[in-house]
């Protein structure tokens, strides 16, 4: 028991310390990005419960490091709440996610695949609002806040590229720096 209530505190104390962050301007500084992706997917990995056959594969182009000014925290925080939401998109438990990264012309782009039943047209216009979600238990925050760590915080883009109902393509761009 201690160690579940002590592992709520740790989770409680980040959730608190996201915010704090989101709520000031952020001290940016030279992060490598494969490594805060690396580690989200291997968090939601772990997560999957084991009769799950969601899959979730993390791909680069190149074997090459990814720098940027950015805020690992928020960056982490950001590609959660897409990953996040991917794993509730796909309806059955058979599934796949695929993030590809890839440096072009000074960025670094993220694509973040899943085969859930997609966004319908009508609410294309509406995800990255606050407030708006279709999720029963959702507060409709998670696409404005990963919007507003990428676009605002770190002068990137997180963009809906393509969703139908089997597919669905996030793309985030990040403004890249020479190692």
Known sequence: IYTLMKNDIN?????SHKFNKIGSTPTLKKIELFSILYEVTEYYKS???TSSK???NFKRKYNSNYYIMGDSILLYWAFEN?????????????GKIVL???NE????????FDNGKGISRRN???IFKPGYSTKQRGWGLGLNLSKRIINNFHKGAITLIKSNHNETIFRVKLRTIIS
Do not use: G, R
Not at 83 to 89: L, T, V
Not at 105 to 112: E, G, P, R, S, T
């Open 11 to 15: 989770k409680l104390e980040n959730i």
């Open 47 to 49: 997560k999957l419960p």
């Open 54 to 56: 969601i899959q979730i």
């Open 82 to 94: 897409i990953i996040k939401n991917s794993i509730d998109s796909i309806n059955s438990n058979i």
């Open 100 to 102: 590809s990264l890839k």
């Open 105 to 112: 012309n000074n960025y670094i782009v993220i694509d973040f």
């Open 124 to 126: 294309k216009n509406n």
